[in-house]
């Protein structure tokens, strides 16, 4: 793996702690080489929008770990699905923001549904180059993924509604939908059934102007 300055070590670390999140000296280098093959993969395979790879440790690594607090990290046991994810994320393009999240929280199990299969295979590659174990990475849709998970997350997928009604039947009861947003207006104020009515809150990710929103939605414990 590459080697870093402590300066962009100790840079990372800080910018992590404004979003709530506290990364370790060797945790800061694997988000660093993350984004080091985001930058060097990203525009040549369309990975991510190419107007944010200048600024991508802000746009994406701590973008995505801005989240991080509001996850849910009680563990779950079922007599069908014998493992329940820690995370699932949808639509997670090129691995955002289930691969910051994976390298931060070690001991969660994390699974990336993706569609496109570069953005797949790029996933697939950071998560052999980091050796994150915690990490499943499945090119599909998700309604052809079958599996639970406590939390399930979007960043870009669709648009709220639809991400809530695609994931009811992949979330425990009792787990979270994360939802993250731009304008707070995106997200509907009322309850989508079997989703309580969504907590909405703002994020402060430091160096970020556009407006950054998070919505976290609790499953109702009946079926819908």
């Not at 985001?38 to 600024?55: A, Y």
């Not at 052999?128 to 174990?133: C, D």
């Not at 104020?189 to 994020?203: F, H, Q, V």
Request: hydrophobic letters at 45%; a neutral charge; proline letters at 5%.
């Amino acid at each position: 793996m590459s080697n870093f300055s402590s300066n962009e070590i100790d840079d990372l670390r800080f910018l992590s702690e404004n979003v709530g999140v506290a990364v370790s000296a060797d945790q800061a280098v694997q988000l660093l080489y993350l984004n080091k093959l985001l930058l060097k993969w990203g525009k040549r395979f369309n990975l991510v929008s190419t107007n944010t790879l200048s600024d991508s440790i802000i746009r994406h690594i701590v973008d995505s770990l801005s989240v991080a607090p509001y996850l849910d990290q009680q563990s779950f046991v079922d007599p069908v699905y014998k493992k329940i994810y820690s995370v699932l994320d949808v639509g997670s393009g090129a691995g955002f923001p289930v691969l910051p999240l994976a390298i931060v929280h070690p001991y969660l199990s994390f699974a990336s549904v993706e569609t496109n299969g570069k953005k797949a295979r790029f996933q697939s590659q950071v998560v052999l180059e980091l050796a994150l174990a915690n990490v499943t990475v499945m090119q599909q849709r998700i309604e052809q993924v079958s599996l639970k998970a406590v939390n399930v997350t979007s960043r870009a997928f669709t648009a709220p509604e639809k991400f809530l009604d695609l994931c009811a039947e992949k979330c425990v009861p009792g787990g979270r939908a994360i939802v993250m947003l731009g304008a707070a207006a995106a997200m509907p104020e009322s309850a989508i059934a079997p989703w309580k009515k969504p907590t909405l809150e703002r994020l402060d990710v430091p160096g970020e102007i556009a407006e950054r929103h998070v919505a976290v939605c609790i499953r109702g414990t009946l079926e819908p």
